[in-house]
């Protein structure tokens, strides 16, 4: 069983970066497809950014292309978020997810139906 805990997350103020790390336990992470999402009260979960077990390719949302970079360090078992430029728009709960399942599409998959492994979730708020 894949066991997913992130941190990381805080309070900045816009225009700062956080750097989120997910911490992986029972698994080892170089065969998972895994992921960031995000999620605000009364909306659905969202995915932020995706990555390949070997951490060639990568997928992003729209919105944080250019500001958000995703990677992986499966010799620590850890998957990473940097958040650079961050607005206030980014305020949210972020959370880790991961799958072994390879996907149909040709880059990582954002969908939230995709991932069975999820963390518990670390804040982040963006104050203007």
């Known amino acids: 069983q894949v066991q997913l805990v992130e941190s990381g997350g805080g309070s900045v103020q816009a225009g700062g970066s956080l750097r989120l790390s997910c911490a992986a336990s029972?698994?080892?992470?170089?065969?998972?497809?895994m992921a960031w999402f995000r999620q605000t009260p009364g909306k659905e979960r969202q995915g932020v950014a995706a990555?390949?077990?070997?951490?060639?390719?990568?997928n992003y949302l729209d919105s944080v292309k250019g500001r958000f970079a995703i990677s992986r360090d499966n010799a620590k078992n850890t998957l990473y978020l940097q958040m650079n430029n961050l607005e206030p728009e980014d305020t949210a709960m972020y959370y880790c997810?991961?799958?072994?399942?390879?996907?149909?599409?040709?880059?990582?998959?954002?969908?939230?139906?995709?991932?069975?492994?999820w963390g518990q979730g670390t804040q982040v708020t963006v104050s203007s």
């Open positions: 997810a991961a799958d072994i399942t390879p996907p149909l599409t040709a880059r990582p998959p954002l969908a939230l139906g995709w991932y069975n492994h």
């Open positions: 029972g698994y080892t992470i170089s065969r998972l497809w």
């Open positions: 990555i390949s077990p070997g951490g060639g390719s990568t």
